[in-house]
């Protein structure tokens, strides 16, 4: 695997003026488009501490990997900065995505450190320097304590595992995972889930993609394993897909105002799923996203309907 | 990497179009007016293997396309691409080493003998080059993209791919070495250019494509 790249950097004026832009931008923008619904932010229990986290998070593959383009770092800042304001917490990256650690870092020093912060990210690497992987990690973040390390693609995670563990028990970090996506090697993660004392899972699950609710989602729920559900609308192919059809007018029963909400409520009301982490640099897609932590969920009934009505649209 | 048959070319794109295209346009306002330059180097190129054909000529020619080469290694992939994409430095070695191939070949050793009117393959190389350096910094523009988006060889990795296949296609040997990384990045960045759903995302891997496929023809022994 080749090394990372070097960080990028904007020079403190780049900063100032891409934000000064960014503050009268949202100062222009209609309050309609903070319309989000009633009620307050939905959260799930992290079962191995009782510890809320809200329902709907915040993850960075491609959209925050801009490198050190003033500008975009700017708007990552913006969707950061909507994404707290709205009861957002968890936000989630990888040594694999690029910049996109050095720019979640940069928005949260534009944004003087937000308290509701639950940094998660993973070590990612074939070789043994986990260890020094991570403390570039935090570097780049410029957070001193990462609430949630995990193992990113079970990467190495025989060597990975017993680090986090022990780093757990010195109070290093808060919890510990291991993620996969797309649907692989769901019976390795299974087999983990059984013998590993997992704080976390990161799965992908969607509506067309629900593989992992048949076992892992009910055997996570057994064991008091949370679960993240990453690539929830398939890296944007599956609300490209949707932005062509109708929401269906019964959408508004589980206050679902567009497909976003449609496709995220219909994950996060899965029993066993702790929150799902969108990936956007949008702010207006952001605000979107957190609408669905908020209002009536779907049953079992109207989870089904879902399903049924995604599937015929072909 | 387990269970790689799941993997598509699009697992493996770390960002967005948008930042793929921010990155051409934030060099090129960072490099301008260095465009003109590379654009005037590459028409003098054009009109020294056209109007003077010979030994000089041999050497000028790789050694200018070298330069390219260079360059790309160190202001895009070394400098800017690096900070989107974890390869971007192995990149950047590929360019400096195609560079360095390419004087050794070109210069050093002379291996390089250009003619224009040595039959059809030859005419359509000259043809290619034309076309990297006149035709394809438009491209970007025929498919809406703005001015400041635009590719100039020299500066920006796919038109110094497709006038380095136009060279090596126009040289009377085929120094099969030298087609490698050109090759290899031709498909590669046509495979980018799909994962982002780029409209010309086909030209590139059609050009390497079809420029191997005239090599390989005009390598061929003639029968009777």
Known sequence: MPPPGPIPSVTRREALRALAALGAAALLRPASAWAQPPGPVLTRRIPSSGEELPVVGLGSWITFNVGDDPEARAECTGVMRDFFALGGRLIDSSPMYG????????????LNRPAALFAADKVWTSGRDGAGQIAETQRRWGSARLDLLQVHNLENWEQHLPMLFAMKAAKQVRYVGVTTSHGRRTAEVENLVRTQPLDFVQVTYNLLDREVDRRLLPLAQERGVAVIINRPF????????????????????????????????????????????????????????????????????????????????? | MSEWWTYTPSNFLMFSARTYYRLTERLNLALWPAHLGALVAGVGLLA????????????????LLAAGWLTVAWVYFWERYSTIHTAGRWFAAAFAVQALAMLWCGVVRAR???????????????????????????????????????EVGGLLPDPTVVATLGLLLAARTACWPLWIVPAGWGLFSGMTLWSMHSPEAGMLPAITVAAVALRVRRNRPATL
């Open chain 2, 112 to 150: 390089f003998s250009i003619a224009p009117g040595d039959g059809v393959v030859a005419r359509a190389g000259v043809a290619l080059l034309g076309f990297a350096i006149v035709v394809q910094p438009l491209a970007g523009r025929a498919v809406g993209r703005p001015w400041t988006q635009l």
């Open chain 1, 99 to 110: 910049s996109s650690q050095a720019v979640i870092g940069f928005g949260l020093k534009n």
């Open chain 1, 234 to 314: 398939r890296e944007g192919a599956l609300i490209r897909a949707m932005l062509r059809r109708p929401l269906p007018a019964w959408a508004r029963e589980i206050d679902c105002a567009n497909w976003a909400q449609f496709l995220l409520k219909f994950i996060v009301s899965h029993p066993a799923v702790t929150c799902a982490i969108p990936a956007t640099g949008n702010p207006a897609h952001v605000r979107e996203n957190m609408g669905a932590a908020r209002g009536r969920l779907p049953d079992a009934a109207m989870r089904q309907r879902m399903i049924r009505y995604v599937e015929a649209l072909g």
């Open chain 2, 48 to 63: 020294l293997i056209l109007r003077r054909p010979g030994d000089r000529t041999n050497r000028i020619a790789p050694a």
